[in-house]
């Protein structure tokens, strides 16, 4: 059974880059940032999800025409050409990285080029590339992908700097109109003038 190669594909164009030699190791990070809430007189001020993080797939890409003597670049300029802006997009392209299960929408955000063989005319003829590929999702593709419980389960949260129970009900409810249900379930009487770190339930829509 042929060795399955990595494949870099460009879904602007729909041309894919077949890597020379699979990477050793890859590694996929997550973040997920929680922002710390400020409440006057707090030693351990409460914290509050706002939004998380794209993941990003980091590994070493290894590039070796030392027995064809011909320029590496050939192959690591293929790499590069991905960060370029692309004229009737004005932006890089949206790329695809699969290897055997692993299918990951992405663009390039980093890069690093190590050339380390030479012939004797200095010609690069083996190179090392550290890539890193940010996650690419459409806003439309998340949202249907979500699950948000805030309308069928009553929750919990603080409210922020500068917000009302308009902008929170837009947020949570995705429907500025049902700041009534959260005012009548906090017994809040004044919705537009709530104090920054008031928590607040918002109770299921029904």
Request: charged letters at 30%.
């Amino acid at each position: 059974m042929a060795l399955e190669k990595a494949v870099i594909s460009n879904l602007d164009t729909g041309d894919d880059i077949q890597v020379l030699f699979n990477p050793k190791e890859y590694v996929i990070e997550k973040k997920t940032p929680w922002s710390e809430v400020n409440v006057f007189g707090m030693d351990s001020p409460p914290v509050q999800f706002t939004m998380g993080e794209r993941k990003r797939l980091s590994m070493e890409l290894f590039f070796d025409t030392s027995e064809e003597k011909t320029d590496v670049r050939d192959y690591t300029g293929k790499i590069e050409e991905l960060m370029v802006v692309n004229a009737q997009e004005h932006r890089p392209p949206l790329l695809r990285f699969a290897w055997g299960s692993l299918s990951f929408d992405c663009v390039l955000e980093d890069l690093v080029q190590r050339f380390t063989l030479f012939s004797n005319n200095g010609t690069p003829l083996r190179a090392i590339l550290k890539v890193i590929f940010k996650e690419y999702a459409t806003a439309a593709t998340q949202l249907s992908n979500t699950r948000r419980e805030s309308a069928d389960h009553t929750k919990r949260m603080i409210v922020r700097e500068g917000e009302t129970l308009s902008s929170v009900s837009a947020r949570e409810y995705h429907d500025s109109s049902k700041w009534r249900v959260i005012a009548d379930a906090n017994n809040i009487d004044d919705p537009e003038n709530i104090a920054a770190g008031t928590i607040v339930e918002l109770p299921p829509l029904y």
